[in-house]
């Protein structure tokens, strides 16, 4: 027997394709994919046919457009897009920077499936779903060590939705204070997440975006300059998005308290800080956390999900309703909140990804999470230090550790090869790996953001930094082959026309498909700009 | 002692932590921690239990949800914007599916197979709904109908958006605290004895700077609205847009909103192979027609279909992504962020096993079953089983007025029925008195509905 030579640092590597066609071009009429439960003979000789007392103008006429087939066809079907799906339990998915991609315990996955779970009404009477309302407070207590807040509501479906949810808590808060016209301005940084910004103008703010200074911190000099009787609040992450962990933090919600304004922390990722410091020593009134980012609920192709709410005392009552409250051993749920903003998402919010997170916290103890926060800031400097040794990468702003994740640059790879951050995103797929430029606008040139989490051993990281160095030699050697991946997806790289940006072309459905395909179009076609909110 | 490695956690291994702090140049992982002044580190240790076995953690969580009593225990009659309806195994086998369960934020390469499954399923639901576009789906019927206002207010660049008074209280709440300060609300009447809109109250309200109405249909107290051409008309001649939520599953046997002229659909999916979850289970959706007025609108990302360099191959990416927040921050439309993405390819496994014969068999059933019950219900002497005397999908309203019961204490003589009754109307609908919102769907067998019935003369009767 010879060696089989297995020296190869990147993986070899090639998705699945299976070429499917769309569902609707799977329909064999008369085929069936599942049988409904039958109406009972008796019922329909009591009541009839039950459609004819429907008024005639509200009777769906005509056949319903969808396909029909058989179950076993459905089945494959979307068990072979499903293996063209590169979930994160597949591939080391470090290049999700701000996302926090870190294992998801199958045992959680487990768990929300029992039907004491599964199948709760949300509203039920309370007596029967003491079990789940425990889940809640427990969860709600655990949050309240590892934030310092006083109190938290898991309504919100989503980091976005939580911002949202404490914009509007601003308002109703000056507005309880006869200071909601006055106060009309929220601050926030180009390094934080988009949605801070976006749901705060939702929210009727004007928004005034703080740049870094020199080194990346946000800029306090430019802070003192925005506040102003018109401040309503503060929004920020620390770190930011570039991992730089802002130690003047206190001063900058101090001085935001000074005029007047709240404070709110986006701690959608606090997976460098759990144990090590809180919102509440920094001098937040609100923060919130992603359960699907640092406490490994899974990400779902994008939610349902759960933005974890906490807040200071004096800003309970402003709460989505309802909220849950232990008294003398029995949990109830409480709606009547004197100064609530209403409600964000229907109910209760994402149950289930409230017990998994109550699992995963409980899986890993008070000090199994420091072990989490610490693994993942040693895995990211390791990182740091290897990929700014990867020829035409860099790292701009402050030297030094970073904490949980690094927002790194292509730029000088770019000028001297014209492989940009995009071309790189194609060509890593070719290596079974994720990789995201990152959040617009590119202040960081040419960008990418890793975050390797807890999850990844150092052959992990390994591997991924080895695709990064043989993206870069290519780009030096033989650009082509990035800038014409992917060469092992499942699909090819897309046609450049602008199939999706011109409303002659873009297809949002199989039967616009359908109608477009064939018809001719005008170019060149403008969009509108954006207008009102 | 050695240092226990926890299972999430591979590089707790000392001998590996130190190759990589050798790497790094640091002598241990605290001096990474140097940029935290002191005067920000926790001190104390967090008051958190101790970490369970994965043994200990299943024998742990396993006995606090012991203490809940699902509706496969009891017989359930609740809805109100969470249904229980029967859900094929296939849904929850893709669902459950490693691939889409963890994927995120992936490109459309490595995630065709998610582009795709959720390009199917905005396709499935359009011919449902009869509209041209539809969105990767948003939090819920109530985050959908409040972003289908905000759009009505975009495109007419009018600010005040009616609704009825029998929109449901939840998603009027999050619509207010949604469009608050931009929007102003009025509500429109509706007559108490058939549900229907009071098109004169209508009428008076629909002043010039109205965007929008409003309305629900099947509504959330079940009555059928049969006025929707006659709303539409108005509307139109007002220049103001006509939005209607729908329930989808309602759509096999009921015109959707579109042929009676509404501009914006909106609705949840929970009904579409969603199991309810507490509430876990719901989804919005949103849909209009293909005009750019509308598409551009959208704050939502809409999944397209493109050709690629190679012949034969379907390729998706994002349509207009600029106009999101993801793109633009604050002058994007609204935002965008994860909302529920899962349960869109999850509707559309549903509607792919259903196809039209499902759609209307099931649409049907709903039908039968509900009317069923109130039939049923009628014989039980001062119980008037539809307080509404119109035709209903699904849901209905009991009136207990007459019998000197509260919903609240029927309900607890239910639970010892072990039944579910349905939402008590009292406080959110005064107008009705001791009145209840009950569900009745496929899943309810001729049996479980004479029980209830039994159970509920039972009641009265002692």
Request: a negative charge; aromatic letters at 10%; proline letters at 5%.
């Amino acid at each position: 027997m010879q060696r089989i030579n297995r020296t190869n640092k990147t993986r070899d590597f090639h998705q699945a394709k299976w070429n499917e066609p769309i569902i609707f071009e799977l329909h064999q009429p008369g085929e069936k994919g599942v049988e409904l439960p039958p109406v009972n003979k008796e019922v329909a000789l009591a009541v009839g046919d039950g459609i004819s007392v429907i008024p005639e103008v509200m009777q769906r006429k005509g056949r319903l457009g969808l396909p029909e087939i058989g179950q076993a066809r459905v089945l494959r079907h979307y068990l072979r897009l499903s293996q063209e799906t590169l979930g994160s339990d597949f591939n080391v998915e470090i290049g999700q920077g701000t996302c926090t991609m870190k294992y998801i315990p199958k045992i959680n996955e487990l768990l929300i499936r029992d039907p004491k779970m599964m199948e709760l009404h949300p509203l039920q009477n309370e007596e029967t779903v003491q079990g789940m309302l425990e889940i809640f407070h427990k969860l709600d207590l655990c949050m309240r060590e590892i934030s310092g807040m006083d109190y938290f509501s898991f309504q919100p479906g989503s980091g976005t939705q939580a911002l949202f949810a404490m914009a509007s808590i601003v308002r109703k808060y000056h507005e309880s204070r006869g200071e909601g016209d006055q106060r009309n301005e929220i601050i926030t940084t180009i390094f934080s997440h988009p949605s801070q910004a976006a749901t705060a103008a939702v929210k009727g703010y004007k928004i005034i975006t703080l740049h870094p200074d020199e080194d990346g911190f946000p800029d306090i000099e430019k802070l003192k300059a925005a506040v102003s009787e018109r401040t309503a609040g503060f929004v920020v992450a620390n770190p930011e998005d570039t991992g730089i962990f802002n130690p003047r933090i206190k001063e900058f919600t101090d001085i935001v308290h000074q005029a007047g304004g709240l404070c709110f922390y986006d701690q959608a990722n606090a997976n460098g800080l759990l144990g090590f410091t809180r919102a509440k020593e920094a001098g937040f009134d609100m923060c919130f956390f992603n359960l699907h980012k640092t406490f490994a609920a899974p990400h779902m192709c994008g939610g349902p999900a759960t933005g974890a709410l906490g807040v200071i005392t004096k800003l309970k009552e402003f709460l989505p309703a309802p909220i849950v409250e232990h008294k003398d051993g029995k949990y109830s749920l409480q709606y009547d909140l004197k100064q609530s903003i209403g409600k964000v998402r229907s109910f209760h919010g994402v149950a289930q990804t409230v017990l998994r997170a109550y699992a995963w916290i409980r899986a890993l103890g008070a000090e199994g999470l420091k072990e989490v926060a610490k693994i993942a800031v040693l895995n990211n400097n390791y990182m740091y230090h290897k990929v700014l040794a990867i020829r035409g990468a860099s790292a701009p702003y402050v030297k030094g550790h970073r904490l949980e994740q690094v927002r790194y640059s292509w730029e000088q790879m770019t000028k001297e090869t014209g492989v940009t951050t995009e071309d790189v995103t194609r060509r890593m797929t070719d290596f079974g790996l994720h990789y995201w430029t990152s959040h617009h606008p590119y202040i960081v040139k040419q960008p990418f953001t890793l975050e390797p989490t807890e999850s990844y051993s150092k052959e992990d990281l390994d591997e991924y930094i080895h695709a990064l160095e043989q993206i870069s030699k290519e780009a030096y050697e033989n650009p082509e082959i990035v800038k014409t991946a992917p060469h092992n997806s499942t699909i090819h790289k897309m046609d450049e026309q602008d199939f999706l940006d011109h409303p002659d072309k873009w297809c949002i459905t199989w039967r616009s498909y359908l109608r477009k395909a064939e018809a001719p179009w005008s170019s060149p076609y403008k969009l509108e700009g954006p207008r009102l909110r | 002692m050695v240092q226990k490695v926890h299972p999430y956690i591979p590089n707790m291994v000392p001998k590996v932590q130190e190759e990589m702090l050798k790497v790094i140049g640091a002598k241990n992982i605290m001096e990474l921690y140097s940029c935290i002044p002191d005067e920000l580190k926790l001190k104390e240790n967090m008051n958190i239990p101790p970490a369970l076995t994965e043994y200990e953690l299943r024998r742990h969580i396993e006995g606090i949800l012991n203490k809940n009593t699902s509706t496969k225990e009891y017989l359930n009659f609740l809805g109100a914007g969470c249904w229980q309806h029967f859900i094929p195994a296939v849904c929850d086998e893709i669902n459950q599916r490693s691939e889409f369960l963890t994927a995120y934020a992936g490109e459309p390469y490595e995630d065709h197979g998610r582009f795709h499954a959720l390009f199917e399923y905005q396709s499935l639901v359009a011919e449902l709904v009869d509209m041209d576009v539809v969105n990767v789906p948003t939090f819920d019927w109530g985050q959908a109908a409040a972003t289908s206002i905000r759009m009505a207010a975009r495109i007419t660049g009018k600010k005040k958006v009616l609704l009825t008074k029998s929109t449901a209280p939840e998603r009027r709440d999050i619509m207010i605290n949604y469009g608050t300060p931009d929007l102003q609300f009025e509500f429109v009447q509706f007559d108490v004895k058939t549900g229907a809109m009071d098109l004169k109250d209508l009428e008076a309200k629909l002043t010039e700077d109205v965007a929008a109405l409003y309305f629900e249909n099947p509504s959330y107290l079940g009555f059928i609205e049969e006025q929707g051409p006659e709303i539409s008309k108005l509307l139109k001649n007002n220049q103001s847009l006509m939005v209607v939520g729908v329930d989808p599953i309602s759509l096999g046997v009921l015109a959707p909103p579109s042929h009676y002229g509404a501009d914006i659909i909106c609705g949840d999916l929970q009904p579409l192979g969603m199991h309810m979850n507490f509430s876990g289970g719901q989804a919005g959706f949103i849909a209009t027609r293909d005009e750019v007025k509308f598409v551009q609108e959208f704050p939502s990302r809409l999944f397209g279909i493109v050709p690629t360099v190679k012949e034969g191959e379907y390729g998706f990416g994002d349509v207009y992504y600029d106009r999101t927040s993801f793109a633009l921050r604050e002058e994007g439309k609204e935002s965008v962020g994860t909302q529920t993405a899962l349960w869109g390819i999850t509707a559309g496994v549903y509607l792919a096993l259903l196809g039209p014969d499902g759609m209307y068999e099931v649409g049907q059933t709903i039908m039968q079953n509900s009317q069923y019950a109130v039939q049923q219900l009628n014989q039980i002497p001062n119980i008037t089983g539809s307080c509404l005397n119109s035709p209903f999908f699904k849901e209905f309203i009991i009136d207990l007025n007459h019998t000197g019961l509260s919903v609240e204490e029927l309900n607890k003589r239910l639970l010892e029925k072990k039944i579910f009754g349905g939402k008590d109307l009292s406080r959110e609908f005064p107008e009705f008195g001791q009145s209840a919102l009950y569900c009745v769907t496929e899943v309810h067998t001729k049996e479980d509905i004479d029980y209830l019935v039994q159970s509920i003369k039972e009641v009265i009767e002692k």
